[in-house]
């Protein structure tokens, strides 16, 4: 695929990444992480998407880097989280020209942000994980979707999931969605949250047991996903 030039910046030289093994380099402020693996040069945004660990202090092994903070993993090339309870994490698309490592800062989001943010909320009502469920009510709220959009996947989720039909959970969301108008500034992210946390706990444990996501890396080699199932199955992952 052509690369377009302007697009590209020069970030570091790749003889000092191959001996270093990684670095941390900045566009526009953004911390970006590079990592020399297995002859290849992979980019990601430096901040672990579920609490902002550094991930260049993390491990990569097998394709795989590892955050050592609370140990999400996430594939390296696109970035594709393993566990749920994270986000992905950004990548950025890299090029090495004459000695020098160049990546793309801005490139295209795969999905709209808000779209993004629908979906991660739904992963987040579907396991009943309440970091991932408040930072997609606040990000759906900077997105102008505050009100309408977790009060419509929250209802949907707890009325088709509940197997006992109508709880607390519901209950709770309707009061929640009561008082938003009546309260001011972050009170209605959190009236919100609080609702859609509810419904969540409210339908936890129960069926139907939802799929992950697959990866989008296509070119993973057998060997790759063998030793993935393997190790997958060794920490009861799978
Ligand atoms: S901050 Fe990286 S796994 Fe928690």
């Known amino acids: 695929m052509a690369v377009e030039e302007t697009e590209y910046v020069q970030v570091a030289s790749l003889p000092e990444l191959e001996d270093e093994g990684r670095t941390v380099v900045s566009s526009d402020g953004q911390p970006i992480a ?3 693996h297995e002859g ?3 980019a990601v945004d430096n ?3 579920h609490m902002g660990f550094p991930l260049t ?9 590892t955050c050592h903070w609370h140990h999400a993993r996430f594939e390296l090339e696109e970035g594709d989280t393993f566990d749920l309870f ?7 698309p890299t090029d090495v020209r004459e000695g020098e490592v160049y990546l793309d800062p801005d490139p295209e989001p795969d999905v709209p942000p808000a779209t993004r943010r629908r979906n991660r909320l739904a992963d987040g009502l579907q396991e009943n994980i309440s970091l991932v469920m408040a930072k997609s009510v606040i990000g759906l709220d900077e997105e102008g979707e505050g009100f309408y959009t977790p009060l419509e996947t929250a209802v949907n989720f707890g009325t088709r999931y509940r197997a006992m039909g109508w709880g607390r959970g519901l209950t709770t969301l309707g009061c929640m969605a009561n008082l938003h108008e009546h309260v001011g500034g972050r009170d209605k992210r959190r009236a919100m949250f609080m609702g859609v946390r509810e419904v969540a706990d409210d339908s936890a444990g129960e069926p139907p047991r939802f799929q ?3 990866f989008d890396n296509r070119d993973l ?6 030793s993935w199932f393997r190790n997958t199955c060794e920490v009861r992952d799978a």
């Open 34 to 36: 590079l990592f020399h």
């Open 57 to 65: 202090r993390g491990t990569v092994e097998d394709g795989i880097l």
């Open 212 to 214: 992950q996501y697959a």
């Open 86 to 92: 994270a986000d992905d994490v950004q990548t950025f």
């Open 40 to 42: 290849e040069v992979y």
């Open 47 to 49: 901040r672990c998407p």
């Open 221 to 226: 080699s057998k060997s790759r996903l063998k």
